[in-house]
């Protein structure tokens, strides 16, 4: 059955908390065309094409409930929106990206045309999957082929390309889990925590606390060995060799065995272990030289190699290595038995996911085979065991039985070299003995140490390293927040927003604002444009240098762009004007348009405060939405709303008498005469009134004291773009 195809009209990439969840959605619009009149039940063959190229649709319960409830609806009858969505979720799931994830699918006031709404965590990865669901829903309608396997290994391609290492994804779960703010910084593995002078930069297991003298330090294996002996942790005895011959007489002079490796290498490359021959020592010195700027020697340690992972002067992960080998069948060669008995293993691989390294005969396992007089194409006979490397992986977790003592002397090592997080390498037969009792020894003390081998271990337990991390950068009680006062509305925001910023400067707290009139960092206009937009509005959570953030966000920009943020602490809604809509959002009534403002109040902290017009009935219908609590003003302090909300020990800022009075339950204070606020044209400018009152409101949610409130207020004044026609008031210098 030839049909017209699906048409994508628009697609709007929200990156953040938008109308219909907290979290980055894509919202495509698409012209199903006369496909409106085709529900799926009357497709023929098309739920069996379907279920045949995606079977895990099973496990979509949509509205049913319950697993297998997506079909249900498909074989009862639904509409090519509704099952794009369902496709487009299961094709970045197959393809990589997390499990799950919200996903809608709305009509529009136009008959054949829909929203569709679907989790992005990465936006090309989605723009992608809608666009192959979108393929694939035709070709099984119109009964046509189509390659799934290719469209899920193109979509896998690019997850793979976009999406956090494993390291720094844990540390960005665990911040997650705290409700920490996340902001990804580039394409690479930067990311922020947190928000302004709060925040804290993360770069894999790197930190913003990580000293690159000690990075420096590390990398140094000579200087760091010299560092940590002089500070009585045990090293190996270890010497600078400049030649073969100079390598071979310190070898003499320390006893073999002995190590010899790069001082400067990484990720074993170079190292050779249990050198007892000149013959040997000559062929490693002259890999490693290869390998770094200079060769170490040093006395070998028996045992197996440790990981133990340090981070914030305690040691909170360990891993042990093992031999690998292979045992012969007296058929494969050396290579094959590699191949056959090791790389197969799942846990192997080239993917940052995969805990285990493939097995590759470098020098090292060349020796090794050396040794027991074979080499690559060898044919160990049936029944005897191959050692290929002293050390396969270290992935076996033994993090319950490092011993207290070997614990306290890794911590040390870290903070001997500077290093707020540290893999640091040590050689032990016993982790569970004190390192003196066997001639236990660290070998190497690594920055930016890789978490892989701790999150998923080949064996034992998985251990909590991004929590710890977290932990160490954001003590308890710390998330990371400062405080955001997100501002919207249909009129009078920009003002709000400005008399506000205006407050929190006078406060003391150097301040961000992204409004209407421009971009703002203290006293600074540094951009004249209109910035009541996402972009500016991430400029200002972004700067290291802001405490405290007011960000102005229209209905237009909460539609398209969504928030900025992810919460605030306090979210302003003006007013919402009854003649307000925006069709070309499909928006066409004050119900819709409320939908779209509620959107600052859904975002207010549990313990933030929203500041709510309680003359505007669909504004203050807004008040039992919010997480937090409710501080509501009005040109009417006897208004029952205002009333009844004060008589259960709420807040309201109102006139009475002229005067802007804070009432707090019973209790009242006047603030300030209405005369002495030229903003108010003394009084006589009721809209710039109820500016000042939700301007107050915040100020008072975010603890400034009143008489810092008074003096805010009174001196604050508007340019002559801002004053009404009338020119009732007079014109001042803007003092934000």
Known sequence: ???????????????????????????????????????????????????????????????????????????????????????????????GEMQ??????????????????????????????????????????EDRPFDVP?????????????????????????????????NRLSEANLVQLGYGARQRRIWT?????????????????DLTRSLLQTCGVPVPEGYLVDSPQDAWDTAQSIGLPVVIKPIDGNHGRG?????????EVETAYAVAVDEGSGVMVERFIYGNEHRLLVVGGRMVAAARGEEATVVGDGVSTVVQLIDSQLNTDPRRGRDEDQPLNL???????????????????????????????????????????????????????????GLDIAGVDLVAEDISRPLSEQRGALVEVNAGPGLLMHLKPASGEPRPVGQAIVDHLFPQGDSGRIPIVGVTGSKGKTTVARVVAHLLQLSGQYTGLACSNGLFFGRRHVAKNDCANWAAGHRVVINRAVQAGVIETGGRSILSEGLSYDRCQVGVVTNLDPASALPEFYIHD????ATVLRTQVDVVLPDGVAVLNADDPPVAAMAPLCDGSVIFFGLDGGAPIIVEHLAEGGRAVFVH????????????????ELSAIALTGGGKLPFQVENILAAVGAAWALDISPELMRTGIETFGFDLAEAPAEGVAPTLEIAA
């Open 1 to 95: 059955m030839k049909k017209k195809s699906i048409e994508f009209i628009n697609m709007l990439y929200l990156r953040g908390p938008n109308i219909w969840t907290y979290r980055p959605v894509i919202e495509a619009w698409v012209d199903i065309g006369e496909l409106e009149d085709f529900p799926s039940n009357t497709i023929p063959g098309f739920y069996e094409r379907l279920v045949a190229w995606l079977p895990s649709l099973i496990e979509h319960r949509c509205s049913v409930g319950e697993r297998g409830g997506f079909l249900q609806r498909l074989r009862r009858g639904t509409w090519p929106g509704h099952i794009m969505e369902h496709v487009t979720l299961e094709l970045q799931s197959l393809g």
């Open 100 to 141: 799950g994830g919200l996903g809608r699918a709305r009509e529009t006031s136009v008959r054949g045309v829909y929203k569709i709404i679907v989790r992005a965590w990465h936006e090309p990865v989605t723009r992608a999957a809608l666009y192959l669901a979108r393929d694939l829903v035709m070709a099984a309608i």
């Open 150 to 182: 290719a469209a899920i290994a193109e979509l896998r391609e690019l997850t793979d390309s976009l999406r956090l290492g494993p390291s720094t994804a844990c540390i960005v779960d665990a911040a997650d889990d705290r409700d920490i703010p996340i």
């Open 205 to 221: 297991a790197e930190t913003d606390r990580t000293s690159a003298i000690a990075e420096g330090i590390s990398r140094d294996k």
């Open 271 to 279: 190292v050779f272990t249990n050198l007892t021959t000149r013959e």
């Open 359 to 417: 097995i590759r005969l470098d020098s090292a396992a060349r020796l090794e085979l050396a040794r027991q007089q074979l080499g690559a194409e060898s044919v160990p006979a049936q029944g005897l065991p191959v050692l290929i490397q002293r050390s396969g992986n270290v992935s076996i977790d033994v993090t319950d039985s490092v011993h207290p003592s070997t614990a306290a002397t890794v911590a040390l090592a870290a903070r001997v070299v």
């Open 590 to 593: 004050v119900e819709q348009m």
């Open 657 to 672: 008498d002229a005067q802007v009075v804070l009432a707090h339950g019973q209790e009242q204070t006047v603030l300030a």
